[in-house]
Each structure stands twice: as structure tokens, then as C-alpha cells.
């Protein structure tokens, strides 16, 4: 065995390993066409996923139909055809929406399916994961309703004491009622 076959071994199995870690630790993992892309375009994509909080990888469909035996979401295989990127993130809607909103502006993205956690799904269902709130659109949307609650009862305190007498009278008929 001569030394370049041995370090092409080698490489190959660090890039099985770290797709099987993408595959295993990602919330959304989105498998897409990306021939005839300019590089440009990659980079477009790459700088989205990474402001999402994700990233992009591209490896032989063979390697990574390797990193994903006898993974839960090992159904990703058979999107595995022709030149194949994957768009991924920890955040399990993140990627989603990246993916999503670049194949409607570049008509070579071709988004194929993937994987929600173990849950392998086809294009429409990627396409269903990118309409839901992102992690911090959540955050701030329950933010947003601690918040207001957390205003009116400081104001309230500020009030005269019996605004405050109004205010717990009221809340006890409430609870009787």
C-alpha cells in the first residue's frame, strides 16, 4: 500500500466521522441539488447559513451514505443522488428556513428533503419546518408576553394605594368567581 492511498483512507474516514456527528447532533439537516451554482452563489448560501446560526457542508454521496448507517435518520440515503449539499443547524428550524428561501431565489438549489431530529421527510415537508417560528423568534415572542403582564404590575405599583386595593379586590372576585 503506498502512502497517498493511505492518507486518502484517512480522510475519508475523518469526513464519514464528522457527517455522522452532523447527522447525529443537528435539529435540521436539508439535502439539496446544487449543480451548475457559481461559487458566488455557494458563498451567498454558506454566509446565510451561518448568520442562522448553521452551515453548509458538500462530501461524496457515498461517504455520507456511509456516515449514515445505522443512524436513526438513516432514511437521508435515498436523497443521496447527483451532486448533493446539506444544509444544517442545531437550531431545528434554522436551516430549514435558509434552505428554503434560497432555492426560491436560485432555481439550481433544488431542496430534495431531510431531517427533522430522526423524522426523514421529502421537500414538502422541509418546506413546512421553514414556515414555523425560528428558536429566537419564540424566545421573543414569549419574552414579549412575560413582558407586558411584568409592565402593568409595575405601574401598578407606582399607583396610589388604593388603585392597589382596587386592583387585588378585583383579582380576588376573579378567583371566587
Same mark, same amino acid.
Given at each position: 500500500?503506498?502512502?497517498?492511498?493511505?492518507? !486518502?483512507?484517512?480522510?475519508?474516514? *475523518?469526513?464519514?466521522?464528522?457527517?455522522?456527528?452532523?447527522?447525529?447532533?443537528? +435539529?435540521?439537516?436539508?439535502?439539496?441539488?446544487?449543480?451548475?451554482?457559481?461559487?458566488?452563489?455557494?458563498?451567498?448560501?454558506?454566509?446565510?447559513?451561518?448568520?442562522?446560526?448553521?452551515?453548509?457542508?458538500?462530501?461524496?454521496?457515498?461517504?455520507? *451514505? %456511509?456516515?449514515?448507517? +445505522?443512524?436513526?435518520?438513516?432514511?437521508?440515503?435515498?436523497?443521496?443522488? +447527483?451532486?448533493?449539499?446539506?444544509?444544517?443547524?442545531? !437550531?431545528?428550524?434554522?436551516?430549514?428556513?435558509?434552505?428554503?428561501?434560497?432555492? *426560491?431565489?436560485? !432555481?439550481?438549489?433544488?431542496?430534495?428533503? +431531510?431531517?427533522?431530529?430522526?423524522?426523514?421527510? !421529502?421537500?414538502?415537508?422541509? *418546506?413546512?419546518?421553514?414556515?414555523?417560528?425560528?428558536?429566537?423568534?419564540? %424566545?421573543?415572542? %414569549?419574552?414579549?408576553?412575560?413582558?407586558?403582564?411584568?409592565?402593568?404590575?409595575?405601574?401598578? %405599583?407606582?399607583?396610589?394605594?388604593?388603585?392597589?386595593?382596587?386592583?387585588?379586590?378585583?383579582?380576588?372576585?376573579?378567583?371566587?368567581?
Amino acid at each position: 500500500m503506498n502512502w497517498s492511498n493511505t492518507v !486518502d483512507r484517512a480522510q475519508k474516514e *475523518k469526513v464519514v466521522e464528522e457527517l455522522g456527528q452532523i447527522f447525529e447532533s443537528s +435539529g435540521v439537516v436539508v439535502v439539496a441539488h446544487y449543480a451548475g451554482l457559481t461559487v458566488a452563489e455557494m458563498q451567498d448560501l454558506r454566509s446565510r447559513a451561518r448568520e442562522a446560526g448553521g452551515a453548509v457542508r458538500v462530501a461524496k454521496n457515498r461517504l455520507a *451514505k %456511509i456516515a449514515l448507517e +445505522g443512524k436513526a435518520n438513516q432514511g437521508l440515503s435515498d436523497f443521496l443522488t +447527483g451532486m448533493t449539499v446539506f444544509v444544517y443547524s442545531e !437550531d431545528p428550524v434554522a436551516a430549514a428556513k435558509v434552505a428554503d428561501n434560497f432555492a *426560491k431565489e436560485n !432555481d439550481k438549489f433544488v431542496v430534495l428533503g +431531510g431531517a427533522l431530529g430522526e423524522e426523514v421527510m !421529502d421537500a414538502a415537508g422541509i *418546506k413546512a419546518v421553514a414556515a414555523l417560528p425560528s428558536r429566537e423568534e419564540l %424566545i421573543a415572542q %414569549i419574552a414579549a408576553t412575560i413582558g407586558a403582564p411584568a409592565s402593568n404590575v409595575a405601574g401598578a %405599583i407606582g399607583a396610589p394605594a388604593s388603585n392597589i386595593a382596587g386592583i387585588l379586590s378585583t383579582l380576588e372576585e376573579r378567583e371566587a368567581a
